[in-house]
């Protein structure tokens, strides 16, 4: 299924080299404004073509709305968007139909689907097809903004550079909103400055990187979620692990509570301005599946790019023999960058389903 949602279920179609990609949004309420140039924005922000940090392949990835909004207003019926793909060089894959890249789903999918799935650029399963979840996710975040969240995210780490890590208790909405904005999102310029060197050594050494993005929410609502299969976390992680190149998910100190004592890992609770809050944010901003009103905090791992141009060992299909593999095309030597708005954007998508199953957006 490439479905995924109650009160809000969004579809995405296409493949990477297809005539088009796009998304359907069923369950969006009417009567909710849509700023198409704050849409603008945040496709910009993921958009191929910046040859600094990512690939070389150009999309204007433009979404054309072929319904559910008239004169900037939601109608209440399904919203469906659609992004032509004007940049594809299919015959660069033409050796991949028989030779599956490493690490990559070319193996898997000519297994599950008999040799019949369109692979050029890496098909279905390209990280182009984030580019209709972040329309999604431009989409919710207005509406989400109308209730006082915000939601921000920058690169965490690149490698081994890292970058200055959010305030978990009280993450600061200016430098929120800035970097919800930005294509390179890191709030250190230092360390911005490093992860474009390191990238661009990666590019003259035919190699890729990987690393992490931290995001915080802002303005949550306490009392979201669910205990066991309903809590929030794994809601979230279904959200987010459909972004491709997606490795782990974690909350709060995540990892690192292992190497804490309980006395350390516990957050505290305290009254401040008549309302409950907790003096640390280890959890994250969720217990027991549900949040409590502090902020959520979450980071997620990507693995380093798999279409690297050195040559790789792998099997011929057809022949059952091993054959050595140059991948050719347009590849980003790391993803990261490019990742930060589709983590934004996955998560928008989930909370807006939440708070419109509790009828907090009508």
Do not use: W
Request: with cysteine; hydrophobic share 40%; charged share 15%.
């Amino acid at each position: 299924m490439s479905s995924i949602g109650n009160q809000l279920k969004i579809t995405i179609f296409g493949e990477s080299h297809g005539p088009a990609i796009g998304v359907t949004m069923d369950g969006l309420p009417g009567g909710q404004p849509l700023d198409f140039d704050a849409v603008l924005v945040q496709m910009a922000r993921r958009a191929p073509g910046d040859g600094r940090y990512g690939t070389y392949r150009k999309e204007a990835d433009y979404p054309e709305i072929i319904s559910g909004v008239k004169d900037g207003v939601t109608t209440g019926f399904p919203l469906c968007a659609m992004i032509q793909n004007t940049n594809a060089h299919s015959n660069d894959y033409k050796n991949l139909r028989r030779v599956p890249r490493p690490s990559h789903a070319d193996y898997t999918a000519f297994v599950k689907y008999h040799g019949a799935a369109d692979m050029a650029g890496g098909g279905h399963f390209s990280g182009r097809l984030t580019a209709p979840l972040v329309f999604a996710g431009a989409v919710c975040r207005q509406m989400l903004e109308r209730q006082g969240i915000i939601i921000g995210a920058h690169v965490r780490s690149l490698y081994n550079i890292e970058d200055d890590p959010f305030d978990p208790v009280q993450p600061d909405t200016t430098l929120l909103n800035t970097l919800n904005k930005q294509p390179f999102a890191v709030c250190n310029d230092t360390a911005k400055q490093n992860m474009y060197d390191l990238i661009a050594t990666c590019r003259k050494e035919l190699d890729s990187v990987g690393g992490i993005v931290e995001l915080a929410a802002v303005g949550l609502p306490a009392g979201l979620g669910g205990p066991l299969f309903a809590g929030l976390e794994g809601k979230l992680s279904q959200y987010l692990f459909g972004i491709p190149a997606v490795r782990g998910v974690s909350f709060g100190t995540g990892f690192a509570a292992t190497r804490m004592h309980g006395s350390e890992h516990n957050d505290s609770f305290t009254v401040q301005d008549g309302r409950v809050v907790t003096v640390t944010n280890h959890c994250g901003g969720i217990q027991g599946g549900i949040t409590n009103g502090m902020p959520l905090i979450l980071q997620v791992a990507f693995k380093p790019t798999s279409s690297i141009s050195r040559e790789q060992q792998s099997v011929n299909l057809d022949t059952m023999q091993p054959e050595t593999l140059v991948i050719k095309g347009r590849h980003d030597p790391c993803i990261v960058p490019r990742a930060v708005v589709c983590v934004e954007s996955a998560v928008a998508v989930c909370l807006t389903d939440l708070l419109l199953q509790n009828g907090l957006i009508q």
